[in-house]
């Protein structure tokens, strides 16, 4: 499923067709209850933010 976020119930439909995993793109902190929402169907969740020039550019650690 692509393109849109699922409803707290519509992650129950990818984890029925087999999917195990949840790939996050979006750019956006979210709560800690909608991070739970995938898990809450059995769905492992991994946030990748990407989508704004923020989150594009390196950022450099000092030491």
């Known amino acids: 499923m692509a393109g849109r ?3 707290p119930t519509g992650y129950r439909e990818p984890a029925g067709m087999g999917f195990t995993t949840v790939v996050d ?8 209850k909608q991070l739970a929402e995938a898990g ?5 969740h991994y ?5 704004t020039a923020r989150h594009r550019r390196p950022t450099r650690s000092s030491g």
């Open 47 to 51: 946030a990748w933010p990407c989508g």
């Open 25 to 32: 793109l979006r750019a956006e902190d979210l709560s800690a």
């Open 40 to 44: 809450s169907a059995g769905l492992a």
């Open 5 to 7: 976020r699922p409803s």
